[in-house]
Each structure stands twice: as structure tokens, then as C-alpha cells.
């Protein structure tokens, strides 16, 4: 081959390119996004990574030096700190304190304490509101302990020390608060106090510092300073160790980074290649558009020598400069998104955020990548496109973009793959786990199931353009009740199965990773209901150590304004079961349908309204001891003789409060139980911290007032726990959705491409159907429904491959959790995508109906 035939075809091919720049942008943007989205993300690790050693990092910048005390070596004393500060090379040092002490009261609250000096270069915290300590006596606390403690500015609060004479004694120390401080987000998590080290002693039970840093003086060599300060501590017999400050600030990035950071981003790396194959998959459907399309134009260079090979070769370098484009217009968006963000957070939320690092390999790595994606996207079309026979260039360009059907070949791999997901999924339905079952390998089952998963959405793929029509038959029926425009849309997309088949799998990609992120949480939600409806069915648990609390008491609590749904019961101990098997259990007679939590209580057998006198509700424990079920009978014995019970219904785990067996007050007096209740639960009237807090008081206030001297007497915060669990799945479920999200996003760029490009290749059917009098109006709505239909199309493939699989794996997982299937959010996913794509079309259809009918006609595309 002559290079001129090279060089020749490959310059046809950009200076077509260039002629038409709109299809560069076109078929780009999909790599475009996924470039954005992946440099976005490597800028959110850079920023998550830098806040967080930022936030979780004790030592301040400044600080050169830190000598730290070791856990069996002594403090470091207050005239050692003295010595420190007189050394010539020394600008500052800080002595530091982090010891806990109890508040007064009769449940357990604990205030951390720390010495900081409140500002300068070595301060840890800063002060938002009032003043800092100045004269003993006096601290700062942070806003947990300010919401949770309620210590307010110029309350007071005391604290409970060991006795040094006596260490069974405490003696008091009382502090008023001065201020509140922000610190580091460690320090953050717990309620804390803080006063500078020459304040500090007298509240803390600890004689001297665990630590000091030391900020040198400019010029002054930190090793010589290091030198130094040993010998300081040497005279001092202190034991104190002295590094660097950046080997510190080294060790406790580490520490922040080793709490699930860098495993969160190992996670989203996945989403990322799943974002990437949508982006794949995109570019490969415009690609083939946009090839179609130039049928002729490649025909006729085919025609006059141009071999296949030289075309394939130009059309992949022409994809490969749509994706070098592309990446380098991705990583600069992204990189500016980046370095705004701590300024935009800053701004409108008030968080405080690092900014990123360099990343230039990255981003090289990201572009390349960009390439290599649309090279690889563009050679099945190229392919395809290349070996157009030399004797189409004398057809018309309509009438070479029909579709093939799907051939013999393609059609078995679908069937192939369809019967793998399918086999894998029910080999998998009838092994999964039986309710505490430990042995049972979940790791291999998650494998197994997405892999048919896996396999399902390659079926997709290959068998799309057949599901095509039969899911417009259905899903279509409203729009064509629209009119002639409803039955244009339809027929629009039913007719190329295969172009609506490349772009609606991965709109239902999208889809399945939505409708599954979204029954899994649903799930979850649902089996945090019922678990907390055991373990914490109220904020409060107050429990007597299997003594009486009165019945007063329990009137008391109930009259509270700050307390609400209060529920009293009591419990007996008693052993059941065979002889060669007999257990304790401890019997209660707590109604479950006085709290609020009880209609959550799941059951294996019967139902919890069967409950009543000669009735019992029994957990699984005693149901595997006694070998039973709803209807059967058992005894319980007691100093009266044996009690005959009907189980009502059976438990899938322990019942409320971890009771054994629940029955009625009658019962369990027979069973010799106390007259006054044993236990109490309790909520918080009001909501958050602070009406916690609140309530807590209010509990130990009444406690103190009608049960004096009853040291047995304890409350439970049953809460937090509850609270940090539903906690973790808002925030799970808040980030699964927002990586799986980023397919969508992809998906609505491809909606967007093939509606764009299906408009310049269907040009002169539209001038045709303007000149038989379809107006302007009709005819954007013919092509914004066209696009909606995409969504809808996705929508519907998705939700049938994402909630099957969901379910399955929740049940692997969680073998007791509920099914859960939040039809509302789910709907709304598939009319939101609709909505989304038909709003993709408003651009290509506005501009095909700026076209007069007689240009339409004329065109030659």
C-alpha cells in the first residue's frame, strides 16, 4: 500500500471530523463524564485523605519536638516542663493532658480532660463561644459535652477524683464552665474539657504530662534541640521518649487512614470501573451511529482502493482522539472541581476541608485511559463500518443504516449466558444459610451470586434488541392513547431494536444498581428495626439488679415531662429444658405492644396477639431446648408446682429486653415474681442530644429522690448503639447510591448522544413528516418522548435484574432480615430516569425543529 493511501485516508477521516465537530462532542461526552467522574474521584481521595489526617491529627504543625511518657514509665513533671521552656533553642512548650473523670450524679458520665493553651501555634482547639480558662477552677468544654452534658457557659460541674489517701474514696473538684471550643474530630467524640497545663492539675487525677510539645526557635537544629531535651528529661528521671514532630504527625496519619479510608475508596474503585464499562458501552453505541451514518462516504473510498485495514486504522485513530480530547477536557474539569470544593464547602456549609495534592500521574494515567476506553469502543464498529462492500456507496445514505437482526451466533451466546445466570442463581436459592447457621460460607456465596448476576446483564447485552419490542408492547400502550405523536415515539424505537437495545441496557445498568442499593437499605432498615426491638426497644433500660423499684417509681417516671412511653416489668430466673440439657431463662412479663418498637418484633411461628394468660411468646433459645412451636405446650417450674403454657408464637431470636420467654403478670406471679417492677424502659420525650441528656437527668433525679441509698439501681443508655447503627446505614446507603448514580449519569450523556445523532441521521423522515403537516410542537414531543422511552425501557430491564439479586444477597447475608421492596422510591427511580432522558431530548429535538421542511428534504444525511 502506498503511504500516500495512508496518510490520504486518514486525513479524509479528521478533515471529516473537523467539518462536523458536533459529533466529536457527541460521541465524546460519555468518556468525557466517566474521565470527570474518575479524576473526581482521585481529587475526593486526596481531600478525604488530607481532612482526615487534618482532623484526627493531634500534633499541631508547628510542634518539632514531642516527648511522649510511655504507658509504664513515669509523666513527664511540671519542673521538667519548666527546664524544657529555659532552653535556649525552645519558643514554646506545652504540657498535655488526656485523663477522664466522672461528673457527679448516680449514673456514669464522663468528662475527658486535656490541657491545651487555647491559641498560638501548639493550641489544638479553637474557641467559638465565651472565654478560656484563666484562672483555676474554670474549663472549656467542646459541643458534645456543651449538648450532651449540658454545660452551658457558667454552669458549674463536678468533677469526682480518687482520694490519695484513700483510693476506695473520691473528693470533689468543682469547675465552671468558661467557654466552648472546637478541636480535633478524635477529641470531638467524646464530651471533653480543656485548661491550660498550669490550670490542670487540680482537676485531674494524674501527677504531671504524658506528653509535651515543643516548638524550636527559627535556626535552631531540631536534632541539637532533641539532644537537649533528653538530657533535660535524663535529669528529671523521666523515661519519656523524643521523636520528631513529623514522625508523630507520620504515625497518626497512619492511625486517622487505617479506619476504613483508604478500604471506603477501594470500594468506589469498583463502582469506578463499573462507571467506566457504562462510559465503554456508550461510546461503542454512538460510535456505530456515527459510522452508519458515513456508510457512504466509507464505501467510496472502499471503492477506489482504500483497503479495510487503512480504515479501520483511521476510524480507531479518530476514537482515539475523541478520547484524548475528551480526558484532557474531563481531568481540567474535575482538577478545578477539586480545588473549589473546600472553598464552595466552606462557604455554603461551613466545613472545613483540605485542599488536594498534585496528582499529575494521575491524571496522565486517567487521559491514557480515556484513549484506550474509546479505541477499544470504537474497534467493533470500525470493524463493522470498515467492511461495507465497495458497491452500497451507489445506494442512498438512508438506506443503508437499517438493522441486522440479532444472528444465529449472537443469539445462542445470550441463551448460553441467560441459562449460566440462571443455573448459578438457583444452584445458590437452595443453599443459602438457615437462621444461626456459623459454618456457612458467605464469602463463596456473594462470589457465586454476582457472578450470575454478572452473567444476567451480559445476557442483557446480548439479547436486548429481541426484549426490545416486547417491553415497548407493554410499556409504550399509554403513549400510543398520546395520539399520532405517542405512536411515532413508539414506533421511532421499536423500529432499531438494536441502537434502543445499546443504549437502554445501559440505562437498566444504572437502574440495577439503584433499585438493589435501594431494597438493600430498605432491608437493612428493616432488620434494624427488629433487632432493635429486642436489644433496644427504648432510649433508657432502668434495672435493679432483680429488686423491686416500686411501683411508685415507676408512676414517677410516667408523670415526667421529659420522659415518655414508660414501661415497667418484671423478671424471674427459672431453668428449663431436659435434664442432659437444662438452661437458666429468665421470664417476663413485659407487653410488647406497649412500646412502640413492639410491632417490629418478627416471629418465626404464630403471633404476638395470642399472648395471655396460660399463653407464652418463647425465644429461639428455649424454643430449640424444648424442642417447640406455636400450639405446642410446655412447663415452667416454679416453688408452686409446674405451669402449664400454650406457646402463642415463637421468636426468631431473644424477645424485647433479651427475655427468654414472655407471659402474662398472672403467670409470672405464680412463677413467685416481685409485686413492684424489676426494670423500666423509657424514651426521651424530646429528640437529639439534648433531650437525651435531659432525660437522663430526669431519670437520675427520681432515682435519687424515691430510691435513696440503692446503689444496685443502674440506667442503661440503649440508644447510642441504636442510633450508631442507623447511623452507618444512612451513610452507607447515602454513598452506595450517589457512586451507583454515576451510571446513571452516563447513561442519560449516552440518552443524549443517540438522540442527538438519531435526529441528524433521521433528518429527512423529519422534513418529510413536517411537510405532511406534523407541526413543530408535535414533532419535539415525538422525539423528547423517544428519549423518555429510553428511560423507561432501562427502567423496567433494571428493576428486573436489581431486585432479584438484592433480595438474594441480603438473604445471604442477613439470614433473618426482612425482603424488604420500597415500591415508592423504586417507581420514582424509573419516572425520575424517564423524566431525565425525556429532558436529554429537548435539545436535539429543538434543534431538528428549527430545520425548515425543504432543507430537511434536501439534506443528504
Not at 444472528?407 to 444452584?427: E, F, K, M, P, Q
Request: glycine letters at 12%; a neutral charge.
Amino acid at each position: 500500500m502506498n503511504p500516500s493511501w495512508r496518510a490520504s485516508v486518514l486525513g479524509s477521516q479528521l478533515v471529516e471530523l473537523g467539518r462536523r465537530p458536533g459529533r466529536l462532542v457527541t460521541t465524546g461526552m460519555s468518556v468525557l463524564v466517566a474521565a470527570f467522574v474518575v479524576f473526581a474521584t482521585v481529587m475526593a481521595q486526596q481531600i478525604t485523605t488530607n481532612t482526615t489526617v487534618d482532623h484526627f491529627r493531634g500534633t499541631p504543625e508547628a510542634a518539632n519536638l514531642v516527648a511522649t511518657s510511655g504507658e509504664d514509665s513515669a509523666a513527664v513533671s511540671g519542673t521538667a516542663l519548666k527546664r524544657i521552656r529555659a532552653l535556649p533553642g525552645v519558643a514554646e512548650a506545652v504540657g498535655r493532658v488526656n485523663t477522664g473523670s466522672p461528673l457527679a450524679g448516680p449514673s456514669e458520665r464522663w468528662l475527658q480532660l486535656h490541657s491545651d493553651p487555647g491559641d498560638g501555634p501548639l493550641s489544638g482547639v479553637k474557641l467559638v463561644k465565651g472565654s478560656y480558662p484563666d484562672r483555676a477552677g474554670e474549663i472549656a468544654v467542646n459541643r458534645r459535652a456543651a449538648e450532651e452534658l449540658e454545660l452551658a457557659t457558667g454552669t458549674r460541674t463536678t468533677l469526682l477524683l480518687p482520694d490519695p489517701k484513700d483510693g476506695d474514696k473520691t473528693i470533689k473538684a468543682t469547675a465552671t464552665v468558661t467557654g466552648v471550643v472546637e478541636s480535633n474530630a478524635t477529641t470531638e467524640q467524646q464530651a471533653g474539657g480543656y485548661t491550660t497545663d498550669a490550670l490542670v492539675a487540680p482537676l485531674v487525677d494524674q501527677p504531671g504530662f504524658q506528653r509535651v510539645d515543643i516548638r524550636a526557635k527559627d535556626g535552631v537544629p531540631v536534632s541539637e534541640l532533641s539532644r537537649q531535651v533528653r538530657g533535660v528529661l535524663a535529669k528529671s528521671s523521666s523515661a519519656a521518649s523524643v521523636r520528631s514532630g513529623d514522625t508523630v504527625r507520620a504515625q497518626e496519619a497512619h492511625q486517622a487512614l487505617s479506619g476504613g479510608v483508604q478500604e471506603l475508596f477501594q470500594v468506589i474503585s469498583t463502582f469506578l470501573a463499573v462507571a467506566v464499562l457504562a462510559a465503554a458501552m456508550v461510546a461503542t453505541s454512538t460510535f456505530r451511529i456515527v459510522f452508519a451514518q458515513r456508510l457512504r462516504q466509507l464505501a467510496l473510498l472502499r471503492a477506489i482502493g482504500a483497503p479495510q485495514g487503512r480504515l479501520v486504522t483511521a476510524l480507531a485513530v479518530e476514537g482515539a482522539l475523541v478520547g484524548a480530547v475528551s480526558g484532557t477536557l474531563g481531568v481540567l474539569a474535575a482538577l478545578g472541581t477539586g480545588h473549589l470544593a473546600p472553598s464552595v464547602a466552606r462557604i455554603l456549609a461551613g466545613q472545613e476541608l483540605s485542599a488536594p495534592g498534585s496528582a499529575v500521574r494521575q491524571a496522565v494515567l486517567v487521559i491514557v485511559g480515556a484513549v484506550l476506553v474509546t479505541v477499544c469502543a470504537v474497534l467493533a464498529p470500525a470493524l463493522s463500518a470498515a467492511g461495507v462492500s465497495p458497491l452500497q456507496a451507489l445506494r442512498a445514505a438512508g438506506t443503508v443504516t437499517g438493522e441486522r437482526q440479532v444472528n444465529r451466533t449472537r443469539l445462542a451466546a445470550g441463551i448460553l449466558l441467560a441459562a449460566s445466570a440462571t443455573g448459578l442463581a438457583v444452584l445458590q436459592l437452595g443453599d443459602l444459610p438457615e437462621p444461626g447457621q456459623q459454618d456457612y460460607d458467605r464469602g463463596s456465596a456473594m462470589l457465586t451470586t454476582v457472578a450470575s448476576a454478572g452473567f444476567a446483564f451480559a445476557a442483557l447485552v446480548t439479547l436486548g434488541p429481541l426484549l426490545v419490542r416486547p417491553v415497548l408492547a407493554v410499556a409504550g400502550w399509554p403513549l400510543r392513547r398520546l395520539g399520532s405523536t405517542g405512536r411515532l415515539a413508539v414506533s421511532g424505537v421499536g423500529g432499531t431494536p438494536r441502537r434502543a437495545a445499546g443504549v437502554s441496557v445501559v440505562v437498566a445498568l444504572g437502574v440495577a444498581l439503584v433499585s438493589g442499593a435501594l431494597v438493600s437499605i430498605d432491608s437493612l432498615n428493616g432488620y434494624l428495626a427488629h433487632t432493635s426491638a429486642v436489644e433496644a426497644p427504648a432510649d433508657f433500660r432502668v434495672v435493679g439488679d432483680g429488686k423491686g423499684l416500686g411501683s411508685d417509681v415507676v408512676r414517677q417516671f410516667t408523670a415526667s415531662p421529659q420522659l415518655a412511653h414508660v414501661t415497667g416489668y418484671r423478671t424471674v430466673d427459672v431453668s428449663i429444658g431436659p435434664k442432659d440439657t437444662v438452661r437458666d431463662a429468665e421470664v417476663s412479663d413485659l407487653d410488647p405492644d406497649a412500646l412502640p418498637t413492639g410491632k417490629s418484633i418478627d416471629t418465626v411461628t404464630g403471633s404476638l396477639d395470642g399472648l395471655g394468660p396460660g399463653s407464652a411468646v418463647v425465644g429461639s433459645h428455649v424454643a430449640d431446648v424444648l424442642g417447640v412451636k406455636a400450639g405446642d405446650t410446655f412447663t415452667l417450674p416454679s416453688h408452686r408446682g409446674s405451669i402449664k403454657l400454650t406457646v402463642a408464637a415463637t421468636l426468631p431470636g431473644d424477645g424485647p429486653g433479651m427475655a427468654d420467654v414472655l407471659v402474662a403478670p398472672a403467670d409470672l406471679d405464680r412463677l413467685g415474681a416481685p409485686k413492684s417492677p424489676t426494670g423500666v424502659f423509657a424514651d426521651a420525650a424530646a429528640e437529639g442530644l439534648t433531650g437525651r441528656g435531659k432525660a437522663q437527668r430526669a431519670l437520675e433525679a427520681l432515682i435519687r429522690a424515691h430510691l435513696p441509698g440503692r446503689d444496685d439501681v443502674s440506667i442503661s443508655v440503649l440508644a447510642e448503639a441504636r442510633d450508631g447503627d442507623r447511623d452507618a446505614i444512612q451513610m452507607t446507603g447515602a454513598i452506595a447510591l450517589g457512586l451507583v448514580a454515576l451510571t446513571v449519569l452516563i447513561a442519560v450523556v449516552g440518552v443524549t448522544a443517540t438522540t442527538s445523532l438519531t435526529a441528524i441521521e433521521r433528518t429527512r423522515e423529519f422534513g418529510l413528516l413536517r411537510a405532511l403537516g406534523l407541526g413543530g410542537g408535535a414533532l419535539r414531543r415525538t422525539i423528547t418522548l423517544e428519549a423518555g422511552l429510553y428511560g423507561v425501557l432501562g427502567g423496567v430491564l433494571g428493576l428486573a435484574l436489581g431486585i432479584p439479586y438484592a433480595w438474594l444477597l441480603v438473604r445471604i447475608v442477613l439470614v433473618t432480615a426482612p425482603l424488604g421492596l420500597p415500591g415508592g422510591q423504586l417507581l420514582a427511580v424509573v419516572a425520575g430516569l424517564a423524566g431525565l432522558t425525556a429532558l436529554a431530548g429537548l435539545l436535539p429535538a429543538r434543534r431538528t425543529t428549527r430545520i425548515t421542511p425543504m432543507t430537511a428534504l434536501s439534506s443528504t444525511e
